[in-house]
C-alpha cells in the first residue's frame, strides 16, 4: 500500500493524521510523480505482492488530477498486477473513469455504524459513504470496504456496521477490520484500548456473515503481540496488507509476518520470492 498524496485532507475524520484539521506530524503533500509510483509498484511486484493499492488523503478527485491516476492505473496494470485506489469519495463518472482506466478493487470504509457515525466525522454523511460504495459497484469495480474499532463505539455499533456490510447489494470482495492506531495530534490519541478478545469477536462474525470475502486483518497488527494475531487468524481473518506502511501508519515488517504465519501452518496464497511464498 503507498500514499500517493499525503496529507492535508479537508475531512475531519478523529482518528486520522492526515487530517488538515489536526496538527499531527504528517506533512501534506502533492499528488506524487508517476514514476515514483511505477518505481514502487515495480519494487513491490519484486517482493511477490499481487496487489498493489494506492491512497489519496482527498475529499474527492479534483477533475485535473483524474488523468494522471488514469495513467497510472494502465501502467500499473500492465506490471501484471491488481490494482486499488482509495482517493476519498467518487461521482458516477469518476467511478466509471477508473473502472475503463483498469482499477480492479476501490477501497472505501464506512468505519463504524450509522449511528456513531456522527461521532467520528462530521464533514461528511455516512450515507455519502453508501453513494460512493453504490457508484463503485455500478461501474463493475470490486468493493474493499471495512471499518475500525476502538474509537469509543459499543460493541452494539460493532454489530451493526457488519450488517450493512453483509446488506449491501453484494458484500464486500474484500473486508479490512482495522484496531485504531493511535496518532499523537488527532482526537482519538488517548482512547481507551480495546479489548483484544473484541476485536478477534468481530473478525469471527464478519467471517460467518460474509462467507466468500477476504476479512483483512489490518491497521493496529504493530500494536498486537503473536497470541492475539493468531486467534485472528483462527477466527476467520485470511488477508493481511504487508509492507512497511499502511499509508502513514507503521506495519509489521515482511520478516516477521512470515515467521508468524509459518509458525502457524498458514498456507499463504501469492507468488515466490527469493524462495519463499509471499501473502498477496
Known sequence: ?????????????????????????????????????????????????TRFCMGAAWRSPKERDMPELVEIISEVKSMGLETCMTLGMLTENQATTLSKAGLDYYNHNIDTSEEFYKNIITTRTFEDRLETLENVRNAGMKVCCGGILGMGEGEGDRASMLITLANLKEHPESVPI???????GTPFDNNQDLDPIDF??????ARIMMPASYIRLSAGREQMNEQTQALCYLAGANSIFYGDKLLTTSNPNLDEDLKLLEKLGIEIEGKTCEGKNIAA
Not at 178 to 184: A, C, P
Open 200 to 205: 478477534i469477536k468481530t473478525i469471527a462474525v
Open 1 to 49: 500500500m503507498l500514499s500517493i498524496k499525503t496529507g492535508g485532507c479537508p475531512e475531519d475524520c478523529k482518528y486520522c493524521p492526515q487530517s488538515a484539521h489536526y496538527k499531527t506530524e504528517v506533512k501534506a503533500e502533492k499528488l506524487m510523480d508517476k514514476e515514483k509510483v511505477l518505481e514502487t509498484a515495480k519494487k513491490a511486484l519484486t517482493m511477490g505482492a
Open 178 to 184: 482495522n484496531m485504531l492506531v493511535k496518532i499523537k
